[in-house]
């Protein structure tokens, strides 16, 4: 079985956004960039079914710059067997990234999909949920633990209730939650052989698909500066605050 493995380049998590002077988005300017973090638990567990033997090949899928290449080669480098870079500069929103991703479904057959439950930059949560209604396909979001058999995989999924199982036919898309695992380093030899891996180089065109953006950001603002707290003596003190606050 084939696993389709789509991985973003988004801003560090380590790195506080800072928002441009004129409002008109985040500044992204010598900005350090990574592989969204639930896109690098997703070729985690994908690597994972592939040690177990029950997929034969990853293929890691990055739609964005030309730089999303460093993306893809640490997606390989963790242990993909291939790449597709789908080079646009534009903006892509997750409608056109889901047909994109739904063209390159129709190519490459994959009995899996797993992607990332969001990407930390637009936190849209949207492109697997898109992806499952465009392909016809069903779909385990929020997964905390995946087990394929035969031909379905069942999903523990975290919900305010418990957990929900459930158990999808084959070929699904399942998007993951912080919890499914562990995400390895590479090491530094697969660094190394990650760079003659294959990583084929398309654009939204290839896939007959127009990313032109459908909304439109009208501003981005630094969120309101927290105010410091207060320390009261005791808890008649603290009573009496809140009161005098109005929130008791
Ligand atoms: P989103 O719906 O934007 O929050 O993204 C959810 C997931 O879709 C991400 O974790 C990725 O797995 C995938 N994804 C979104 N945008 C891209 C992109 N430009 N390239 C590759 N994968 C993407």
């Given at each position: 079985?084939?696993?389709?493995?789509?991985?973003?380049?988004?801003?560090?998590?380590?790195?506080?956004?800072?928002?441009?002077?004129?409002?008109?988005?985040?500044?992204?300017?010598?900005?350090?960039?990574?592989?969204?973090?639930f896109d690098e638990i997703a070729v985690e567990e994908a690597i994972r079914l592939k040690e177990k033997g029950v997929a034969t090949e990853i293929v890691a899928v990055s739609i964005?710059?030309?730089?999303?290449?460093?993306?893809?080669?640490?997606?390989?480098?963790?242990?993909?067997?291939?790449?597709?870079?789908?080079?646009?500069?534009?903006?892509?929103?997750?409608?056109?990234?889901?047909?994109?991703?739904?063209?390159?479904?129709?190519?490459?057959?994959?009995?899996?999909?797993?992607l990332g439950k969001q990407a930390i930059d637009d936190d849209s949560n949207q492109t697997g949920q898109m992806l499952a209604a465009l392909w016809g396909r069903p779909q385990g979001?929020?997964?905390?633990?995946?087990?394929?058999?035969?031909?379905?995989?069942?999903?523990?999924?975290?919900?305010?209730?418990?957990?929900?199982?459930?158990?999808?036919?084959?070929?699904?898309?399942?998007?993951?939650?912080?919890?499914?695992?562990?995400?390895?380093?590479?090491?530094?030899?697969?660094?190394?052989?990650?760079?003659?891996?294959?990583?084929?180089?398309?654009?939204?065109?290839?896939?007959?698909?127009?990313?032109?953006?459908?909304?439109?950001?009208?501003?981005?603002?630094?969120?309101?500066?927290?105010?410091?707290?207060?320390?009261?003596?005791?808890?008649?003190?603290?009573?009496?605050?809140?009161?005098?606050?109005?929130?008791?």
């Open positions: 079985m084939k696993i389709l493995v789509p991985v973003k380049r988004v801003i560090d998590y380590n790195v506080k956004p800072r928002v441009k002077s004129d409002g008109t988005g985040v500044d992204l300017a010598n900005v350090k960039m990574s592989m969204n973090p964005g710059p030309v730089k999303a290449q460093e993306t893809l080669r640490t997606a390989l480098a963790m242990g993909a067997d291939r790449a597709i870079l789908v080079q646009t500069d534009d903006e892509v929103e997750p409608l056109a990234v889901a047909k994109i991703l739904k063209a390159i479904a129709d190519e490459e057959t994959p009995g899996l999909v797993i979001t929020f997964a905390s633990e995946v087990t394929v058999e035969g031909d379905s995989v069942t999903g523990k999924r975290e919900v305010d209730g418990g957990l929900e199982v459930v158990k999808l036919a084959l070929p699904a898309i399942v998007t993951t939650d912080l919890r499914l695992n562990e995400p390895r380093y590479a090491s530094l030899p697969n660094i190394m052989k990650a760079k003659s891996k294959p990583l084929a180089n398309k654009t939204p065109a290839d896939y007959g698909v127009d990313t032109t953006p459908r909304l439109k950001t009208l501003k981005v603002t630094e969120p309101a500066v927290r105010s410091a707290g207060i320390k009261v003596a005791d808890v008649d003190a603290l009573v009496a605050k809140l009161k005098e606050l109005g929130v008791a």
